[in-house]
């Protein structure tokens, strides 16, 4: 009996333990998440953490910008052992402190959550469809895995070619952004946001379409014809198959130029030449109803008007009309805002 109090007190003891020095301050885990925040949360004391507070408390979303680690990083489902790895900081300094984003760059990444993303999404969007935490990176980047000193190589299938990373999408707990310094301190700055957030918003929407959680009217895909020995031209506006005419806009690549390939547009002979390939069912995020939306996200009602003039293709501006009303008034996703950036949206 002795023997069994003497044991229990000693459980109690380490519980009590525990308790103690667990504190509100050092670990914070959000619902639904995987993973604690460490060292509490806001991460500072700023104006612009009162925002990141009130963007935690409006949408779900933990915005870090600092204590973030390589294991952080690189927490995945999948292997460790092959391919790059995320670093953060200057090339020449690893140790985590360096990765704490500079207190000068912070109001910049929280502007462009604050000004450019958060006001063209619903709650329920936010809630359903983006990560938990937000890494805001000081020069994120990706490295060849380091496999010591014996091997003498990198046998991992890295590359070092354009290595800096404006996202990286995780499939865990947490996504993570960069803006490269010359952008944060004036060079081109509002061309580089427009690009990320584009990339950014058009990467969430594949997610919510894989999940089914978005789809597409029925009435947008009425009036197409998508017979599998339909084929549009892409060059001559005089023909009567010319793509605009059909209602077919042009693709746009997914990173919006960002990255190595630093091209928009994709080019009119990288397209399919047969109208099958655009319908519904045969590619899930790259149909004509995505390309629509990425064409009406990065274009202003303006731009869009002056690439595909209302009086010469009617059906797509009919289209235009249905895909911007749809996300708006079903899903709570204003793509004209998301184009305007700062500008109110009509």
């Not at 052992?81 to 500079?102: F, K, Q």
């Not at 379409?209 to 001559?236: A, C, L, Q, R, Y």
């Amino acid at each position: 009996m002795k023997k069994f109090i003497h044991t229990s007190i000693v459980i109690l003891a380490a519980m009590a333990s525990l308790v103690s020095c667990s504190d509100d301050k050092e670990n914070i885990t959000p619902s639904g998440n995987y993973s604690p925040i460490r060292g509490g949360f806001p991460q500072g004391d700023s104006e612009y953490d009162s925002l990141i507070n009130e963007i935690k408390n409006e949408y779900g979303v933990y915005l870090l910008y600092k204590d973030i680690t390589e294991e952080d990083l690189n927490r995945d489902w999948v292997s460790a052992g092959t391919g790059d790895i995320y670093v953060a900081g200057y090339e020449n300094e690893r140790d985590d402190w360096s990765w704490n984003l500079p207190e000068a760059h912070l109001p910049f990444y929280v502007d462009y959550f604050y000004s450019y993303i958060f006001p063209n999404i619903s709650k329920e969007f936010a809630h359903s469809t983006f990560p938990v935490k937000i890494y805001m990176i000081h020069n994120l980047r990706t490295e060849p895995r380091d496999y010591g000193e014996e091997s003498g190589e990198d046998v991992g299938g890295g590359t070092t070619t354009d290595p800096f990373k404006p996202i990286k999408l995780g499939t865990f707990d947490n996504w993570a952004i960069s803006f490269k310094d010359e952008a944060i301190n004036g060079g081109d700055a509002e061309y580089i946001i427009r690009q990320q957030r584009c990339m950014f918003m058009v990467q969430l929407l594949y997610n919510s379409i894989d999940k089914g959680e978005i789809d597409s009217p029925d009435e947008f895909w009425s009036g197409f014809d998508f017979s599998t020995d339909k084929k549009m031209n892409h060059v001559d506006p005089s023909k009567a198959n010319y793509k605009y005419k059909l209602g077919f806009v042009d693709m746009i690549n997914d990173n919006f130029g960002t990255g190595v390939q630093k091209q928009v547009w994709v080019p009119p002979y990288a397209n399919e030449t047969s109208c099958y390939y655009w319908e519904k069912n045969k590619y899930k995020n790259y149909n004509l109803f995505t390309t629509y939306i990425k064409n009406a996200m990065w274009l202003t009602p303006e731009e869009f008007e002056a690439r595909y003039p209302s009086g010469k293709y009617p059906m797509i501006k009919e289209k235009y009309d249905i895909v911007v009303k749809h996300m708006l008034d079903v899903y709570g996703i204003n793509l004209v805002g998301i184009a305007r950036g700062k500008e109110m949206a009509d």
